[in-house]
């Protein structure tokens, strides 16, 4: 297993940086508050590619996304689509199609474990980017707001797929009608996230977990990762099927035989992802 700490490649508008297995993705406009142009979706189209590059060639086991500065991601940079009287208004749809939803799907799509690191708002498309995500741990000053309703917008970038099922449809409608701001330690406490820790100790937790998951057994993280984000079109018998499969794959992976062979010979396992 490679554990190349060179990034991948420069860029404008984000950072990329591999180490010992853990791919860092970090949203670079601070003057921004991270917000998404053209320029930074097809930046980080490039950068997930290279992430599943590096997943294929056994470099990259774990995916970390955060932001630069003061903010996660506030959303879409509206400057990149001011509309001035009398223009003729945005096809915004078009850029849903075309921008936020390949990004979600395709951070759906990573076969190892992707972590929201939010160090600080998270507001519009970036709250439900981070959202996407499959653990989320927030600093205590970070917060989360969905701002379309404002806007006369809609929650895209899954919003309305995801919110209601983390939190029920009462707490949803509030957050995407009223489009309030909701703490870190608020969206821990609904189960919107997974944990809310100190400003300071936001990174290194991050790290620490990332660490963790990148010497685990990747193969079977993508299996879980797969079954658990996938169950909501299953009956309850047929996901018992769908277990039934997935058990059988990972039976017959590497990661089994050397966790069964760490385990009898009472040895810390060397997972390989395979």
Known sequence: ?????????????????????????????PERLNSFNEQMHAEVREALAAVRAGRADGSVRVLVLTGAGRGFCAGQDLSDRAVAAGD???DLGSSVERNYKPLVLALRALELPVIAAVNGVAAGAGANLALACDLVFAARSASFIQSFAKLGLIPDTGGTWILPRLLGPARALGLALLGEKLSA???????LIWQCVDDEALMPTVRQVASALAQGPTFGYAQTKRLLWTSDRESFESQLDRERDAMRVCGRSRDY?????????????????E
């Open 185 to 191: 330690e608020q969206a821990e406490q609904w189960g």
């Open 88 to 90: 003729e208004a945005p």
């Open 1 to 29: 297993m490679s554990t190349g700490a060179a990034p991948t490649r420069s860029f404008e508008t984000i950072c990329l940086s591999v180490e010992a297995g853990v791919a860092t993705l970090t949203l670079n406009r």
């Open 257 to 273: 035989r050397e966790g069964v062979t760490a385990f009898m010979e009472k040895r810390a396992p060397r997972f390989t992802g």
